[in-house]
């Protein structure tokens, strides 16, 4: 009898990715997700035979494509500063 051989696909090399996968590929959550499917920024498709609906890999990388980098405030970027140059000093006297 044959040996059966499994191979891990990266995802970027599918069509599809299920709706669970997208959400962990995004960082979010599946309500989140049909937030995304709701206002089109992610396309569903039902394969045939298939029983759950999927997400196009070509949506998902749209959406990571369009995603802007998180700039810190100046006051959190004081804060961060502080946070790695300053000690604290307890002296208990008794």
Same mark, same amino acid.
């Given at each position: 009898m044959g040996e059966v051989?499994r $191979?891990i696909? *990266?995802?970027?090399?599918c069509?599809f990715?299920?709706v669970?996968?997208?959400?962990?590929i995004?960082?979010?959550? *599946?309500?989140? !997700?049909?937030?995304r499917?709701?206002?089109d920024?992610?396309?569903?498709r039902t #394969?045939p035979?298939?029983?759950?609906a999927?997400i196009t890999?070509?949506? #998902?990388?749209?959406?990571?494509?369009?995603?802007?980098a998180v700039?810190l405030?100046?006051?959190?970027? $004081?804060?961060r500063?502080?946070?790695t140059?300053?000690?604290? !000093?307890? #002296?208990?006297?008794n």
């Amino acid at each position: 009898m044959g040996e059966v051989r499994r $191979a891990i696909v *990266p995802w970027q090399e599918c069509k599809f990715v299920s709706v669970r996968n997208a959400g962990r590929i995004l960082g979010l959550h *599946p309500d989140a !997700l049909e937030d995304r499917i709701f206002h089109d920024e992610l396309d569903v498709r039902t #394969v045939p035979g298939g029983s759950q609906a999927v997400i196009t890999v070509e949506s #998902v990388l749209r959406l990571i494509e369009r995603s802007e980098a998180v700039q810190l405030t100046a006051r959190k970027e $004081a804060k961060r500063q502080r946070k790695t140059r300053s000690f604290r !000093l307890v #002296v208990n006297n008794n």
